[in-house]
Nanobody, 116 residues
Framework: QVQLVESGGGLVQPGGSLRLSCAASGFTFSSYVMNWYRQAPAKERDLVAT????????NYAESVKGRFTISRDNAKNTVYLQMNSLKPEDTAVYYC?????????WGQGTQVTVSS
């Protein structure tokens, strides 16, 4: 079965950093685009970053460009989101996602709270 498990969330002060991880299993990880989404309270779930199967091409939401970096380690079946210069508006539940065999799969989410 396809499984995506996020970790690394927590409470951080404005200007701080966090590194999220997503461990994938149940599919050929190195063949698939991976994505990070986030959802703040009472908001839609929005795409934050995406990375090609090889890790060569990445794309970011304008709101995080220059602050966040998506990367992957295909040998470890893991995708990462390095978040720097965090702002209170980055507070959300962050989800790892992929489309596998025509269906979108989601991790359970990890809470990121940016507050002093």
């Amino acid at each position: 079965q396809v499984q995506l498990v996020e970790s690394g969330g927590g409470l951080v002060q404005p200007g701080g950093s966090l590194r999220l991880s997503c461990a994938a299993s149940g599919f050929t990880f190195s063949s698939y685009v991976m994505n990070w989404y986030r959802q703040a309270p009472a908001k839609e779930r929005d795409l934050v970053a995406t990375i090609a199967s090889t890790g060569g091409n990445t794309n970011y939401a304008e709101s995080v460009k220059g602050r966040f970096t998506i990367s992957r380690d295909n040998a470890k079946n893991t995708v990462y989101l390095q978040m720097n210069s965090l702002k209170p508006e980055d507070t959300a539940v962050y989800y790892c996602s992929a489309v596998v065999w025509g269906r979108r799969y989601w991790g359970q989410g990890t809470q990121v709270t940016v507050s002093s």
